[in-house]
């Protein structure tokens, strides 16, 4: 898991990191449980991505972009869909 800054710079990394991942059908969402430093590391709304992993043994790889880099606008437009309770600002998601 990498939480990179808006300029890029790693703020937080596990490179070996279980996650725990619950996927709730009846209220159709998918929970991830991550470190309390990820959460601590982690501006309101970013984006977090994850991609299959080519390391044997690792199923992904998790980048966390904050609002503000390169990487979110660009990952943005893919966030098309609004979760259930997102508060003031909805919180949004897509499939890529």
């Excluded at 996650?19 to 929970?31: A, F, H, Q």
């Excluded at 430093?37 to 992904?60: F, K």
């Excluded at 503000?68 to 869909?81: D, I, P, Q, R, W």
């Amino acid at each position: 898991m990498r939480n990179p800054d808006v300029n890029g710079a790693v703020v937080v990394w596990y490179p070996n990191f279980s996650l725990n991942m619950v996927d709730y059908e009846k209220k159709s969402e998918i929970r991830v449980t991550v470190q309390p430093a990820v959460v601590q590391n982690t501006p309101s709304h970013s984006i977090m991505v994850m991609r299959e992993s080519g390391i044997t043994g690792i199923d992904y790889d998790i980048y966390i972009y904050p609002p503000g880099s390169s990487e979110f606008t660009n990952y943005l437009a893919v966030c098309n869909n609004t979760m259930p309770s997102g508060g003031k600002t909805p919180r949004r998601f897509g499939w890529i």
